[in-house]
């Protein structure tokens, strides 16, 4: 393992016992961290040779033996001291030209890594950037999970692209796409994703790789349609279903948490006016005035209290439940694709059976194409597998984070109005 | 607080019933009854209590009693009743005076007016009030027979007081402003208070939704199913907590409505003062303008320009007769008038004495009771928290 580098707060695996407690002070928020964590009370180790669905590893075929360097890399990862590779995206910055206006994030990296010529690099990327790098990743891994970008376009149309809100929400998103990527054995040695990491000038890298597509063509390439599948692999089906229910559920409680939200910026609004008629009170009385308006002020302090839960919500809450959504759906697209390439292969081997000429020897088509299938099936296990514990934990995390904030925000309000009990109590010849 | 009633006798509203029966206009109507028990307090507590008295009365039993008291005693600030319409309503409340949780209240709040009348020392010592308690048949008719409606002063008269009266007492003035500004402010924070528990109440079923989804989410989840699914009963436990706790607030309103109608009694008594003051006034303009009469009568002269002076020079002078008559009428109604200033004077006096000892009194218990009111809200908030 490398030299530790300096501890980034918001990248690189951190044991839940490490991260900080959302309680203490922290800019960036809990860090999230995608790899798995031996520190889980149930046996990760378990999970290490077993795929979700409980079925032994195949070592027999050659495509197994890339699922098998998967393991021994995540084996390396759960250590957490082989960390090599740090990435941050912050800074943003608006820029004016002529012809239009725009973002700018900065992302910088960190690393030891041989494949990377410095071992810091800090480069200026805009979001049509992070886009280009995520096409380029699902053309030159079809059979991996490529993290969801945040939405491109503004759904609600009135939001201003330009807002902070807005930009600091995207940055995070950003952020944690890079970092869902980093973090990936396979994904973060892509060669587009280390041009994306250092290059200066990334347009003409991008020119560059127009024309060296069109020359000498992807070297995976993959058949889509016309193949209808004819059963699919169980495992395969029963992730499909799961992922229908849980986008389902994610997008009911999406909206359960706005409309949420919506009702404690009303109740809000009441209860700004509520504090003040109390003060209006203070002022007519005489003995009453001091409590009168100490019960203002505990009013405005609850106020406060409540306005940081909203914010914490909006701003934590909803696009964990947002990059979930958009995750299951391009992972349903990935599923789909499998399914494409298993029936291509299964409508060769079919042919071939009818045949019956080359018997004995069964022909490099098609098994090529069972190359294929087993490929696409061992990543994506291993992406699934890597998927679901990322998920857990991001849930965990997530529940976990948002029981605080509103345990936060009760004792908040407790403090508040405990403190004017004394001073309720207080006689006037004690004073 | 001495000879109060309240420490000679344990007064109680301890239930309420739905009656049936006929009305004034022989139509059948339902209305609420409530019984009162009040038991003597024994001063040697032997172990051994009392028997309990109890008599049944409806709401307007009660309003005529305190219709009563407000005309027979101005200068006391009297109790207020607990509000006749559900008043201040928020969307889960129901406005329906047969709701059972507005009978409750209302039956506390009669039970307090109770408490409160007889533990004032002027009130406590009243012969009808001590009957209210303790008669069952006849009150209304005994009530009646003392004739107070005929003392109760016109809104009119009170009214056309307030304008014109010419050197109102600045105290009263003071407190008459106080009352109107504190009746102001407390109908505007029960309003808002209103509208808070209304908006309190979305959120918090609001999050009752989330007891079904993580309840669903948890059935397809492996590992994280548990988690979930106790995520989700909380939530339930949560939306369900707000019945409760808006609930008690309820009766932090109702005390704050108390004096909210207190204000009202206060005012009563202001205009009350108003209006005695006027007629004090107008007492004394009367006597000098006879005065003025008699003198001009005496010695011929006209001082100023009357009607009387017109008509004696169109008409003729009078007869020294008619004259000395005159004069003699005046000088007995003078005489009438004087006193009459005389005893309206200490009549004022006096009042403005019992009123104002009256009106620190108030001042006292209001002071006390809104703190520990608000004593109370916090307590109950904090406790909200900690849920």
């Known amino acids: 393992a490398a030299g530790t580098p300096r501890p980034l707060p918001s990248s690189g695996p951190k044991s839940l016992r490490e991260m900080p407690h959302p309680l203490a002070t922290s800019s960036m928020g809990p860090a999230l961290s995608p790899s798995p964590d031996l520190l889980l009370p149930r046996g990760i180790a378990d999970k290490d040779l077993s795929l979700p669905s409980g079925t032994p590893v195949d070592t027999s075929s050659p495509a197994s033996s890339s699922s098998l360097l998967n393991r021994l890399q995540l084996d390396d990862d759960l250590d957490g001291e082989t960390r090599d590779l740090f990435v941050t995206v912050d800074d943003p910055k608006k820029h004016v030209c002529t012809m239009e206006t725009y973002i700018t994030y900065r992302v910088t990296t960190k690393t030891t890594r041989a494949e990377f010529d410095l071992p810091e690099y800090s480069v200026r990327r805009r979001y049509q950037d992070f886009d280009w790098l995520r096409n380029k990743l699902e053309e030159s891994q079809p059979t991996h999970l490529i993290p969801p970008l945040p939405e491109k376009f503004v759904v609600k149309g009135v939001v201003d692209r330009f807002s902070e809100e807005f930009v600091e929400t995207r940055r995070k998103a950003l952020d944690k796409f890079l970092k869902r990527i980093t973090d990936h054995p396979v994904l973060s040695f892509n060669e587009h994703f280390n041009v994306f990491l250092t290059a200066k000038d990334l347009n003409a890298y991008k020119k560059q790789g127009m024309a060296l597509l069109s020359k000498m063509g992807e070297s995976v390439k993959y058949v889509t349609g016309g193949y209808k599948l004819r059963s699919r692999t169980l495992e395969f089906a029963a992730i499909g279903e799961y992922l229908d229910t849980f986008s389902l559920k994610l997008g009911t409680i999406d909206r359960i948490a706005q409309r949420i939200i919506k009702e404690q910026l009303e109740y809000l609004v009441e209860l700004r006016e509520y504090g003040p008629v109390y003060s209006t009170w203070g002022g007519l009385e005489v003995e009453l005035s001091e409590p009168l308006e100490g019960v203002s002020a505990c009013i405005g302090n609850c106020c406060t209290a409540l306005e940081e839960l909203s914010e914490d919500m909006t701003e934590d809450f909803l696009p964990v439940l947002r990059e979930y959504i958009l995750y299951s759906e391009l992972m349903k697209n990935v599923l789909k694709k499998r399914d494409q390439v298993q029936a291509e292969y299964e409508a060769k081997l079919e042919a071939v059976a009818l045949k019956k000429e080359d018997r004995p020897k069964v022909p490099t088509d098609v098994e090529k194409c069972q190359d294929r299938v087993e490929c696409f099936n061992a990543d994506l296990k291993a992406d699934l597998e890597r998927w679901q514990n990322n998920k857990r934990q991001d849930f965990r995390q997530l529940l976990m984070g948002m029981a605080d904030k509103n345990i936060q925000y009760y004792e908040k309000c407790l403090t508040a109005w405990e403190s004017i009990i004394p001073l309720l109590q207080d006689k006037p010849e004690t004073k | 607080m001495e000879d109060c009633l309240v420490k000679k006798m344990e007064i109680t509203v301890s239930e309420a019933e739905k009656r049936t029966g006929r009305n004034a206009m022989n139509m059948q109507e339902t209305y609420t009854a409530y019984l009162i028990e009040t038991r003597a307090v024994e001063s040697q507590g032997e172990g051994q209590c009392a028997p309990v008295d109890s008599l049944w009365r409806r709401y307007s039993e009660f309003e005529l009693l305190r219709n009563y008291l407000t005309v027979t005693y101005p200068h006391v600030v009297v109790p207020p009743l607990p509000e006749k319409r559900a008043d201040f309503v928020w969307h889960k409340l129901s406005a329906d005076n047969m709701d059972p949780d507005f009978v409750e209240r209302r039956r506390i709040g009669l039970e307090n007016f109770l408490l409160r009348v007889a533990a004032h020392p002027v009130l406590c010592l009243d012969k009808m009030f001590y009957s209210f308690l303790t008669q069952e048949g006849g009150w209304k008719e005994m009530v009646n027979e003392t004739g107070f409606q005929l003392k109760a002063d016109s809104r009119l008269k009170a009214l056309n007081a307030t304008f014109r009266v010419k050197n109102p007492d600045k105290r009263f003035t003071e407190l008459k402003h106080y009352s109107d500004e504190l009746q102001s402010v407390i109908s505007h924070l029960l309003r808002v208070r209103a509208r808070v528990a209304d908006r309190l109440y979305g959120v918090y079923k609001v999050h009752g939704n989330y007891?079904?989804?993580?309840?669903?989410?948890?059935?397809?989840?492996?590992?994280?199913?548990?988690?979930?699914?106790?995520?989700?009963?909380?939530?339930?436990?949560?939306?369900?907590?707000?019945?409760?706790?808006?609930?008690?607030?309820?009766?932090?309103?109702?005390?704050?409505?108390?004096?909210?109608?207190?204000?009202e009694a206060l005012r009563a008594v202001c205009r009350k003062h108003e209006l005695m003051q006027y007629e004090l006034e107008m007492a004394a303009q009367d006597l000098t303008s006879k005065k003025q009469q008699c003198e001009e009568l005496a010695t011929g002269t006209v001082r100023t320009f009357s009607l009387k002076g017109m008509t004696s020079k169109l008409f003729g002078q009078e007869t020294p007769e008619q004259r000395e008559a005159k004069i003699r009428i005046l000088e007995e109604q003078i005489q009438e008038g004087e006193e009459q200033l005389k005893s309206k004077n200490l009549e004022g006096r006096d009042f403005v004495k019992s009123a104002w000892a009256d009106i620190e009194r108030f001042k006292e218990q209001k002071n006390h009771d809104l703190k520990e009111a608000l004593i109370s809200y916090a307590v109950m908030q904090i406790s909200m928290c900690k849920k």
């Open chain 2, 211 to 263: 007891g079904r989804v993580f309840s669903e989410w948890s059935a397809i989840e492996k590992e994280m199913g548990d988690g979930l699914q106790s995520a989700g009963h909380h939530m339930d436990v949560y939306a369900a907590s707000i019945d409760d706790i808006l609930e008690e607030e309820e009766h932090y309103a109702d005390q704050l409505k108390e004096y909210l109608f207190y204000a």
